[in-house]
Nanobody, 123 residues
Framework: QTQLVESGGGLVQAGGPLRLSCAASGRTLSTYAAGWFRQAPGKEREFVAAIKWTGNNAYYADSVRGRFTISRDDSWSPVYLQMNSLKPDDTAVYYC????????????????WGQGTQVTVSS
């Protein structure tokens, strides 16, 4: 059974950095794209960033472009989300997802999800 496990969340001051990791176990997911989503209390789950399985093509939400970087060393490695210049509006539970053959920006495009990791940005 495929499992995704996120780590790296926590409390950070506005303007600071944080790095999230997403590791997969179980069935190989090496040919799937991977994405990060976030959900704040009372809001819909929203797209943050995604990367192709090759690791050389990424896409970002307008709200994080230029501040966040998604990466993976190769199709077998964990997926990372480097978050810089964090803002209080970035506070949310961040979810890793995979299982899509290509980059998509909607949650229903992904088959596998992690349990989420809390990111809290204080002002």
């Amino acid at each position: 059974q495929t499992q995704l496990v996120e780590s790296g969340g926590g409390l950070v001051q506005a303007g600071g950095p944080l790095r999230l990791s997403c590791a997969a176990s179980g069935r190989t997911l090496s040919t799937y794209a991977a994405g990060w989503f976030r959900q704040a209390p009372g809001k819909e789950r929203e797209f943050v960033a995604a990367i192709k399985w090759t690791g050389n093509n990424a896409y970002y939400a307008d709200s994080v472009r230029g501040r966040f970087t998604i990466s993976r060393d190769d199709s077998w490695s964990p997926v990372y989300l480097q978050m810089n210049s964090l803002k209080p509006d970035d506070t949310a539970v961040y979810y890793c997802a995979t299982g899509s053959p290509t980059i998509v920006t909607t949650p229903r495009g992904y088959n596998y999800w992690g349990q989420g990791t809390q990111v809290t940005v204080s002002s």
